[in-house]
């Protein structure tokens, strides 16, 4: 953001907002968007990926499916596994007594 905020032939409009599903579809519809690109900009974006596709914004770069295969360590342990990738061994906590 700040390389965008300090450089205005970057783009038309800057908004500091909440990075929610509910303040991007906001966005997007206000500016009838083409698209949103969501895979640059970290773990909150990330996240955001599948909510934003399922509330009809247009994911442009990677697919909200393969965002999701990568950031969920089950499905992407499962991949690997499939692919037969050596990984170390690991397993998911609910709660600091079974960690």
């Not at 499939?82 to 690991?90: A, E, M, R, T």
Request: proline share 5%; charged share 30%; aromatic share 8%.
């Amino acid at each position: 953001p700040e390389t965008v905020s300090t450089d205005y032939d970057e783009c038309d409009e800057l908004y500091f907002e909440e990075i929610s599903t509910e303040r991007v579809m906001d966005i997007y519809e206000h500016e009838a968007a083409f698209g949103v690109i969501v895979s640059v900009g970290g773990q909150t974006p990330n996240n955001l990926a599948l909510p934003l596709e399922a509330a009809g914004a247009n994911i442009l770069g990677t697919k909200p499916s393969d965002i999701d295969k990568a950031e969920d360590r089950n499905k992407f342990s499962s991949i690997l596994d499939q692919i037969g990738v050596d990984q170390p061994d690991w397993r998911e906590m609910s709660s600091i007594a079974d960690a």
